[in-house]
């Protein structure tokens, strides 16, 4: 029998759009047009002239015959030509591929190779770097430099040469601001490319739609508790998951973005004074950074600003430091297969009246599932059972839902592999507590099985974090005839801080049972991605290899 | 040549979910589980509870075969059962009709055959009117009866008879809380029906599917400002637009829902001071009535409250007194066919500066598109062109994206007429400002030609509330052997107040063009319909049959 709800009313243009966060720009230049979009050095831009020069842009890369099926890639920091490819590129139909700026050329060339890029966008703070990828890449680019106006006079590191062929103002100049945008067809479009930083073989390039980027705009705005107006500084790397689609986002409530080139203390705290900036997001280095800065670049501030942190549970100290400075934590979690956060530790006001050290336990859980992730769940990848809610028994943390990667780029055996039994594979095992949060317990390969016994490295480093002395440390695996495995833990001292191997080990036996402590200290600097995470594979080679 | 990007990228359970706002509450029941979901009078109920009840509703619902193309219609107030059916219907696959109750039996009997109703639960307030309904009706629906426990004592109707086969809370008690959801299969499956209040004809069955009321969960948290844990008080009916789609926004937020079966100031102020209400919507009588009443009923409250009003511009007088009693109003306009209100008066922090006038006047526009609406436009309906941004060129109302209506049930002339073009004729008139603001001037049944110039009712009706004794008014087209029509004006004083004919038609002189002012005053109550809509059809037939 035939369904009359089902009958005569189906799609039409009056009421079926894709959904893509391309119309968040659109409304907010059209609902917000005078307010700022973005801060960069001394430049102020409004929504009116955000929306104009991507249009601009877009009309600039399409008359290069760039559309759908293209690719433009993009050496960038965060600045305002960052956001500005954000839009333009697909607005042109065409897949945004943000280079993670802190690779080596060859991983950079077999990027640019496999993602066949016909476009690419280089600030001149990375040519030397992008021109020896190009060496060694097949493909042959239109390569553009984009030469900062709004250069810091104190950088670092001087700009480089001009590699390509034409000048980034003078290529968005020659577009239209009349530029109609040819994206979506679908919502399943694709929007942007980003390869995993996998530490083993080559990279995967994880491929994001139309639809979740525009999900993804509410999401961040409801996990984030962002009012009309938000002011962002841009303390992730937008290379980042699309810097966790905020780019995108902040359109939704006509917020401003504040650039940043690089993460310094001085450059932050200015920036919140000065700006009134409400949110941030970044990694656990990104909170050290703040708190450890000397007094001299700190600045005070009366306003609350929301510290959306993510890569590892914030630890009982730095979380107290950051309230006292004026943060509040908001500990989120994902990959860059769930277009960053895809979890959040959804915190209850009853939690306020824990005692320090019960709040961090609470604040240390990754929670729940986003507001616009369909399902979360533990389970057992043989069974696909999921694991009893007892907050003890590992499993592997899976995701379901319409913030998930379309795939890898051609790559359908990872992407069968990822999508196995309808639910991504984060590869991360982790405990479902009985109140429905989810605890990350380890990395498969974090895990350290020492005398048959399973131990979690990341429990071992928050036993290693409560001592005063130690600024930052990383746990693995090191091979023992014995025991299999045995614990061996890195860490980095504060400044001016001295402690010895027998004293760390001793601290860890006040706090962990015998067979988890460390029976290895090596004392050296932690090696982190540009991201802030602790770079273990090269540890765990170190503690392989010979110490 | 294929696209890379849109090669073995497909669509798999774990990147694809229909988007539902049933998802919503899932993750509320999760997130959320103690915090309250809903007060009725002496009734709490958290989300937890507010859950199960729900499955069991639906359970109870299946095991009589309903599920999918199937109707649930029901006759209820703002009451707990009210926000249960609109989770625990669509849970089965079937589609919720809520029946509006200050309808006519024969109306109703014509709703109830033409959505060919399965089940019907009945408040016992409505039992005398709903059984003269089902007297008239074909259908044979299985009957339940509501018998609310928390009826407020001081009601001013007495409850009626039992009129059913099953009782609501025996009927939810032989289900499971186990039950497995079945819908949506596809986002576009249909959630609800909504019967126009069409002034003319049969009424049309209007349809909206999971995937605009998923997205009016978003749209309505950014346009009311909301934050985490709203407390949101039901003055706007339920029944109208499904509320405006609150009862599934709400658990976005883990919002709580406070019901009110009659809207009496009395219980308003109690609501807003005793649970700190946040945010309520209704049309201008509701604000009339908070403004109006007694000081005994008034309630002292420190909070901002922000109200959401629609179906006409706020009048000076009363923003002014709103924002005494500690009221912010957010104007919003929409209507059935666009799931609620799809356009937002976007205030703008400059317009404070301005004097009260001209800050009505901004506030009096009806704005833009709201968040998850695609697109909004004001077109010549003949050429489909869009009128010049002057705001003087009047042109229809349309619309286009996700949260527009399927079309309209069993009715594919009216679902093809409406949609014409690729765009939602909404039937309304107005203009285009050169901010990008939309205004109504007039429904085109609504513009008075008089002499061959056109007045806007609106515009006449706006002059007469400038007047301090016009507590209510309402402005038709009175058929004119000269001009072909003439405004004729119909006058609710405040009580107390006196004023003659010619005193109405001086104080509009000093204000509009002769040609607008109304010929004819008439001194009479302002007939409403339950929403608080003037009825102006009923005005209209009274000015051509003779005052």
């Known amino acids: 029998m035939s ?15 894709p959904l893509s966060p391309l119309t968040h720009l659109e409304r907010a230049a059209l609902v917000f047009p005078d307010h700022t979009a973005m801060i960069h050095g001394t430049l102020r831009r409004s929504y009116r002239a955000f929306f104009a020069r991507c249009k601009q842009l877009a009309s600039a890369l399409a008359d290069e015959g760039i559309g759908r099926g293209s690719t433009v890639s993009v050496m960038l920091s965060n600045t305002p030509a960052m956001l500005e490819v954000h839009h333009a590129v697909p607005m042109t139909g065409a897949v945004l591929h943000a280079l993670n700026t802190r690779l ?6 077999f990027q640019l190779d496999h993602a066949d890029c016909k476009v690419l966008i280089v600030d001149r703070e990375f040519s030397e770097l992008v021109r020896n990828a190009l060496a060694q890449a097949k493909v042959k680019p239109l390569v553009i ?12 590191f001087a700009k480089g040469p001009c590699i390509g062929t034409r000048d980034y103002e003078e290529f968005l100049a020659g577009g239209s601001e009349d530029f109609e945008r040819r994206a979506p067809v679908d919502e399943w479009d694709s929007i942007s490319l980003n390869y995993t930083s996998g530490t083993t073989g080559n990279p995967k390039g994880v491929v994001y739609h139309h639809r979740g980027a525009a999900l993804m705009g509410y999401a961040n705005i409801i996990a984030s508790g962002m009012a009309r107006h938000p002011v962002y500084l841009w303390t992730l790397p937008m290379f980042h998951c699309n810097g966790w689609c905020f780019p995108w986002t902040l359109a939704v409530l006509g917020g401003t973005h504040v650039c940043l080139r690089w ?29 450890n800065a000397p007094d001299a670049e700190k600045r005070d501030f009366s306003h609350t600003v929301s510290f959306n942190t993510a890569a590892a549970p914030p630890p ?3 979380l107290s430091q950051m309230a006292d400075a004026g943060f509040e934590v908001v500990h989120l979690y994902g990959l860059t297969e769930t277009y960053g956060p895809a979890v959040v530790n959804e915190w209850k006001a009853a939690w306020d009246e824990l005692d320090p050290a019960a709040r961090t336990r609470m604040k240390a ?15 057992d990848p043989e069974t696909m059972q999921p694991v009893p809610s007892d907050g003890e028994t590992i499993g592997e943390v899976m995701f379901r839902g319409n913030i998930v990667m379309k795939g890898y780029l051609k790559n359908p055996d990872a992407s069968a592999e990822a999508f196995a039994g309808g639910w991504f594979h984060s590869g991360d095992l982790g405990v479902m507590h009985p109140d429905g949060y989810i605890q990350l317990k380890d990395r498969s390969k974090d895990i350290i099985i020492s005398g048959g016994e399973n131990i979690s490295s990341i429990e071992v480093e928050d036993a290693l974090y409560k001592h005063p002395a130690i600024q930052s440390c990383a746990v693995v695996a090191r091979p023992d005839e014995k025991w299999g495995e045995t614990p061996c833990a890195f860490v980095e001292l504060k400044p001016g801080a001295a402690l010895s191997a027998d004293e760390v080990i001793a601290h860890c036996r006040s706090l962990l049972a015998r067979f988890k402590c460390p029976r290895t200290v090596v004392f050296q600097a932690v090696p982190k991605t540009s991201t802030g995470k602790i770079q273990k594979y090269i540890l765990r080679q170190q503690a392989r290899e010979g110490l």
């Open 3 to 17: 369904n009359p709800f089902e009958t005569d009313l189906d799609r039409n243009p009056a009421n079926y759009q």
């Open 104 to 109: 080596d050329a060859t991983i950079l060339a």
């Open 145 to 156: 430099d984009y030469d900062d106006p709004d250069f810091p006079e104190d950088a670092p």
């Open 263 to 291: 993460v310094r203390a001085k450059a932050m705290y200015d920036a919140i004074a000065d700006h009134r900036v409400t949110h941030l997001c970044g990694a656990p280095i990104v909170m050290s950074t703040l708190i």
């Open 316 to 318: 009982e100290s730095v």
């Open 365 to 379: 859980r990754q929670g729940v599932r986003y507001p616009a992730l369909e399902d979360l769940s533990v389970r």
